[in-house]
């Protein structure tokens, strides 16, 4: 039986929004991720796709009756699927940037929290970056911001992933990493609870402690230029979860901190 609070959001939905008729049955919907990018997305014991991530997309699924799957490919040609019908939307934790927005749509953000730097002495402005090694996960929004902001005063390494630049960072072969907030936090988690050393103590400064300009929108999850229909649906269903505290309840299970 479907609630009151669901059934009065469902009615403002389809009043505020031209969404035609044709799309209340269930649709299928094809996601594509890159399933290496904990705890935003990771392949499980069973190689199941999990994630913070995709517990969001499945639970958007479930208020707007879209049936979704999800299947892994290569971050750095994620978006170029969706033009040629390849998948509906792809979701992996991707700041919506003005460059992205030229080739594809995205829905309305569903999380927002600036990327930081770790590193073993706390920076604070660009003239901070002078000279350093900086480590940022390769073909990423985080690294086109470093190569807008710091390319002149300091040494970009791209890594595969962002763990593997923190793990060079642990080893001191690095001097800071550029990278989300929730995969530091674990990175920090798991070092503590493992008792592991770091080379010392590592410190977090944010983003706009470094640089002045905001780094993103947030997260959005992307889908075909001009498809209106699944994108306004996607966020209809984020709407929901937001507001019958799915969503809360699925943020403080990944990021209990």
Known sequence: MISVARLLA???????????????????????????YYPFEYLSKDKEIKGFDIDIAKAICHEVNLQCSFEHHRFDGLLLTLPFGRYD???AALDITAERLK??????????VPPVFISKEPLQGQFSLSGKFIGVQANTSNQNYLIQFARENSY??????????LEDLKLQRIDAVFADFAVVNDFLSKQLSSQQETGGSL???????????EFSEGYGIAVKKGNDQLRERLNAGLKLIVENGTYAKIYQQYFPN
């Open 103 to 112: 080739t594809v749509d995205f829905s309305d953000s569903y999380y927002k």
């Open 203 to 213: 410190v977090i400064s944010r983003t706009e402690e470094v640089f002045i300009k």
């Open 10 to 36: 469902l009615i403002m939905f389809f009043f505020t929004t031209a969404i035609s008729a044709e799309i209340l049955p269930q649709m299928q919907v094809k996601f594509a991720t890159d399933s290496n």
């Open 156 to 165: 970009i390494v791209p890594y595969f992933s962002s763990q593997a630049a």
């Open 89 to 91: 939307a792809v979701i």
